[in-house]
């Protein structure tokens, strides 16, 4: 009869540096596999990790040799196993060789694979297996058993997995892990299979080895563990062949909810794990991955913000927290006032209602143009907003507005700049030529500037900011000063488009410095081309 459920603890064994590398487009360095290895036994305190299949390469014996090394001078060497072959002598003395203590021997336990990739019998498979254990043991090795490809093997001859496993019984073996080599497997199966293997084998150690070609690794964990299978396998980031194996952050949050078990793991140093194997791997996890991806504790929807902001009405067991990460809300066409609120809390910002409203509306419209909008670029916004405000409040409107501005640049020739302007009731448009997006449009508003009799001051600085973390179209803050008369004034323009701000920036200033003159068209066509 199985304990309690709360006070079974489950191993999990972790198998990223075997089963995980065959992943395709994954091969891990020596250091790497080293750092990967420390992290997961030191830093998350997995109770057993898979690091390498014996005899694939000299490197890869190298890698085992430093982690078996390390394990060692830290106490932990009977956690590191490594996969073998049955093949006598061979695989074992290569573990051996580099300093391992524990073989995970690969058996068929599929009838299938016996007969047509070995082109064996039960009985001579059974006595090459038997071979290879005794040797292994005698030299001091501590040997597990893979059933590959068990669940297939099940499903098509029950008969030939239980003489198989009657068969190495009595060898010794530690483990018997049993592999759903393929991801074949429903939860109903998962149960059936393993209860039937558990009742038939009673005083066997069995592991449960999911996949998750069908998308259901998770689950089957979760019916192996209330079957009372004890030991799981997993990966980081799911890594693995086709669709992978199951995750270690999945399983580990699933088991200890939902399960009520017990595990080694520190479950606050998964999401530090999995970029790292994220880095070192060079397979990116996707922003909605349960646990470990990059959007999974922030909130959308302005209706959850306000849930949330009004007595944490969308927040679960599942917090952020318990990873060592921090709920977000995300800023966009879909953002509320509550959305806002949140991400002022966190920054420590206070608005006046009616400022907030005006945040809230740029927001809105940057999102309705696509912008992804990070809680950094907030005070971006936030800044050019009130600044506009200011603006507005010291003139009935803004005297000059920007139509339209089309700049054209490229590799080795000059930019062209083609500006249309509302001054006051006229209208002016103009086109102009420099080196560089920028400098075209400082030239064609300079014409059109030259028919009110106002000339463009100097430009003395110009500074260009990008929120820290922006991506490449993130806002972009531009700063120019101007040498006026006695005097200097700094202006600010905000877009994703860097020139564009820098533009913004520039209209700021004329319209600080431009006398009104609604009713004075230039004495020349309103429609001024250049």
Not at 46 to 52: H, K, L, S, Y
Not at 160 to 176: C, D, I, K, N
Not at 257 to 266: F, K, N, R
Request: glycine letters at 10%; charged letters at 25%; one cysteine or more.
């Amino acid at each position: 009869m199985n304990q309690p459920a709360s006070r079974r603890h489950i191993v999990l064994m972790d198998t990223t540096l075997r089963d995980g590398e065959q992943t395709q487009g994954v091969s891990f360095s020596v250091n790497e596999k080293t750092s990967i290895a420390r992290a997961l036994l030191q830093t998350l305190g997995v109770d057993r990790i898979e690091v390498a299949s014996a005899c694939v390469s000299e490197g890869e014996r190298e890698a085992v040799a430093r982690i078996c090394a390390w394990a060692a001078e830290n106490g932990c060497a009977g956690r590191v196993e490594v996969l073998g072959f049955v093949d006598y002598k061979r695989s074992a003395d290569w573990i051996l060789g580099a300093g391992g203590k524990v073989i995970n021997l690969l058996t068929k336990g599929s009838e299938k694979h016996c007969r047509k990739q070995l082109g064996k019998t039960l009985g001579q498979h059974l006595a090459d297996i038997e071979r290879t254990v005794e040797y292994a043991r005698s030299q001091g090795l501590a040997v597990n058993a893979y059933l590959e490809d068990w669940s297939n093997g099940y499903r098509d001859s029950r008969d030939y997995v239980f003489e198989l496993v009657r068969g190495m019984s009595g060898l010794g073996l530690g483990h018997f892990m049993l592999p759903d080599t393929l991801g074949m497997l429903s939860p109903r199966e998962v149960a059936d299979y393993l209860g039937d293997m558990r009742e038939g084998f009673p005083e066997l150690r069995f592991d449960f080895h999911p996949h998750n070609d069908y998308g259901l690794a998770t689950a089957n964990v979760l019916a192996a563990v209330e079957t009372g299978i004890d030991c799981i396998h997993c990966t980081v980031n799911c890594l693995g062949e086709r669709a992978g194996n199951v995750s270690l952050a999945e399983i580990a949050v699933v088991l200890r909810d939902m399960a009520g078990v017990e595990l080694s793991i520190d479950e606050s140093r998964i999401a530090s794990l999995s970029a790292m194997v994220e880095n070192f791997s060079g397979k990116r996890i996707a922003a909605n991955t349960p646990v470990t991806g990059a959007d999974v504790f922030t909130q959308t929807a302005g209706i959850h913000a306000d849930g949330d902001l009004k007595g944490n009405l969308y927040v679960s067991r599942l917090g952020p927290e318990r990873f060592n990460r921090k709920r977000s809300y995300a800023l966009g066409k879909m953002s509320g006032k509550a959305s806002l609120i949140n991400n002022l809390d966190e920054l420590g910002i206070s608005l006046t209602a009616e400022e907030q409203a005006a945040v809230l509306k740029r927001i809105v419209e940057l999102g309705d143009s696509k912008h992804v909008i990070t809680t950094d670029d907030l005070p971006v916004i936030i800044a050019d907003v009130l600044e506009d405000r200011e603006q507005q409040e010291q003139q009935d409107a803004r005297h000059v507005r920007l139509l339209n501005c089309y700049i054209n640049t490229g590799l080795d020739v000059d930019s062209t700049a083609s500006v249309r302007l509302a001054i006051g009731d006229a209208i002016s448009q103009s086109s102009g030529v420099g080196n560089g997006g920028f400098d075209a449009f400082m030239d064609a508003t300079g014409k059109i500037f030259a028919e009110y009799d106002f000339s463009l001051p100097e430009l003395v600085d110009y500074e260009i900011h990008i929120p820290r973390g922006g991506q490449t179209d993130a806002l972009t803050e531009c700063f120019i000063t101007w040498q006026l008369p006695g005097r200097k004034l700094k202006t600010r323009g905000v877009d994703a488009n860097q020139v564009l701000a820098a533009v913004k920036a520039t209209l700021r200033m004329v319209n600080l410095q431009l006398p009104a003159r609604r009713h004075n068209a230039p004495p020349q066509d309103r429609q001024k081309t250049a």
